[in-house]
């Protein structure tokens, strides 16, 4: 079965900090990985995709197949950047198929 | 463009009287998911829909039912919902169950349920 873990529950920063969120995963094929974010009061919503290798809101995240890890990353954190984090897996096959396996979430505190 | 709308955004109900929670979909996606999320957790899948076919969850308890009466509609029914049932509902959509191009899933607002 496909995992991912979250090692960190709380994370807090100062603004213009650096900021990395962890993210591992296991899994024995091509994970199809994700990170969403859900800001307070918002619905969840797609962050970032591995395979676009996309940065979006300065948000980076690469996928580490040695390390088993999709971390994501900021040079310099903002206040609006606090919010609840998900690293996501998708199902490729078994009984996840077709589902999201959710990481436990990190909440990103960014302090002024 | 809301686009997976979820009503109403508050639900109150009595303990054990029957609640149905609604979700409806402009997206034409083939799959609908229900989640429970309780407070500074994650969304805990509870069924899904791939078009007819319905999948619930191993843990998911008989409380809890859904209907799926077209491609745009989704609801769940809890039969006798219990104090442990309040939390925030969560609706969701995805084009297909494989992850072509990275697809990921839509999601609602969600209903926040709270059980008097």
């Known amino acids: 079965a496909q995992r991912v873990t979250q090692p960190e529950k709380l994370l807090s920063v100062f603004k213009g900090a650096p900021v990395e969120l962890k993210c591992n995963y296991s899994y024995s094929g091509s994970p199809e990985l994700f990170w969403y974010v859900q800001y307070s009061r918002q619905r969840l919503q797609l962050l970032l995709r591995h395979i676009s290798r996309e940065s979006i809101k300065g948000f980076t995240a690469d996928l580490n197949k040695g390390e088993t890890s999709f971390h994501l990353k900021k040079p310099f954190a903002q206040e609006e950047d606090s919010a609840m984090y998900y690293c996501n897996s998708w199902g490729a096959g078994g009984t996840s198929y077709g589902k999201l396996t959710f990481g436990q979430g990190t909440i990103l505190t960014v302090h002024p | 463009d809301a686009m997976v709308i979820q009503n109403p955004r508050y639900q109150v109900t009595q303990f054990g009287k029957p609640v149905t929670l609604s979700c409806s979909q402009t997206?034409?996606?083939?799959?609908m998911y229900w989640y429970q999320q309780k407070s500074s957790q994650a969304p805990k899948l509870l069924f899904h829909y791939y078009d007819k076919d319905f999948n619930n969850e191993a843990d998911t308890p008989d409380n809890f039912q859904s209907r799926r009466p077209n491609t745009s509609f989704c609801f769940l029914d809890i039969r006798s919902p219990g104090l442990g049932d309040a939390a925030m509902y969560l609706c969701?959509?995805?084009?297909?169950?494989?992850?072509?191009?990275?697809?990921?899933?839509?999601f609602g607002d969600g209903t926040r349920l709270s059980i008097l």
């Open positions: 969701a959509t995805s084009r297909d169950l494989q992850a072509r191009g990275n697809q990921p899933q839509h």
């Open positions: 997206l034409n996606h083939n799959v």
